[in-house]
């Protein structure tokens, strides 16, 4: 997407459609696999914790859990809508593009 910066104001801007639905593909694809992963760990994690309920690192190795836990459903959900964004996002840019070169053949431009 370049810009190029000129007295009086912006020239040049562009967006590509395709290279956004690549980043929003990329952004749910890696939510997918943050919660994949989350998913493969809590077991493990939870057989850890339980086997030092009796210590006193059981206690803070179960909250440690429940808070990576929570941030990485977080940002899983943060990619997710981001990428939902931009997939939208494109699809708008995509729609006012047709709708441009509509007009213009409407016209009788190129």
């Known amino acids: 997407m370049p810009i190029e910066a000129r007295q009086g104001g912006v020239e040049g801007f ?12 990329a952004a749910r694809g890696l939510a997918a696999q943050i919660l994949a992963e989350l998913q493969s ?9 339980t086997a030092l309920r009796a210590c006193r690192s059981g ?12 941030l990485l459903t977080g940002l899983a ?7 939902r964004n931009l997939a939208q996002t494109a699809a708008v840019y995509r ?10 053949a409407a016209v009788g431009g190129p």
């Open 14 to 25: 562009r967006v590509q459609p395709e290279e956004l639905l690549g980043a929003a593909s």
């Open 41 to 49: 760990l809590s077991s493990p994690a939870e057989l850890a914790a």
């Open 59 to 70: 206690e803070a190795v179960g909250s440690c859990i429940q808070a990576w836990q929570s």
């Open 77 to 83: 959900g943060e990619l997710d809508r981001g990428g």
């Open 95 to 104: 729609a006012g593009d047709s709708q441009a070169a509509a007009r213009f």
